[in-house]
């Protein structure tokens, strides 16, 4: 079974066709989604259109957001929830075709697990809002055992930060880069960020996901228009940063 999970995407439509146009072509059996699909993008409502096709969606702050209260969001993030809402609440828009997108929201679990892999939006004891940070593994080394022993399957998938790589125990994070790209499973337990589709922050513009397979992960990269994207944030109020930081994968 080849599985592919991605996660943060942000609204960003381009950086998300040209991720499942790649899946489509690897052939892959499921695909399996981490969260944070609006927030921050200019096209929340085809996004969630795309991902109800998705076999497991969990919940992510930005969904979370949008369906409570914005809890510990910058002014300029408070307002890109905001702007979001009131995209999915559309009054131009048939009123069967709003219902179906606040419950695909409402239909969001915030962890799903199954044999060997656990799965989070942000971490395995806290799967909404908590971050794990490359920093935490000097800093914390203690967060990082506590959260190994919050959950029992082999091996954890998150995404929250936008940045892909591989956490051990030992602690230790790896990049996908000092992997060569794949991570082989059954030797260690680890969690693996497994990047963000529509927002990445590690330096390249590129959209991160990963492919499951029985005995690795594999970590992919895939370009898409980030002048497409810039030009649809321009047709909405979205502060600029926002789609500047795409051209920079900061
Ligand atoms: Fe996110």
Redesign the pocket.
Known sequence: MRTAII??I?ANLPALEAVLEDIEKRGVDRILCL??VI??GPEPRECLEKCAAFDVNLL???EEAVLFDPVGFNPRAKAAVEWTKQQLMNTDCPREENAALWKILDSMEKTYEEQDIFLA?GTPRDPVREYLFVQDCEDDPTKIEELFASFSAATAFV??T?IAGVFTASPRFQTPAELGGRYPLGKERAIINVG?VG?PRDGDPRSSYVILDDSEVEFCRVDYSVEETVRRFRRTPLPENLALRLVEGR
């Open positions: 996660s943060d942000h969260g944070d927030g921050y992510g702050n930005h939006h995404g929250h936008h963000s927002q």
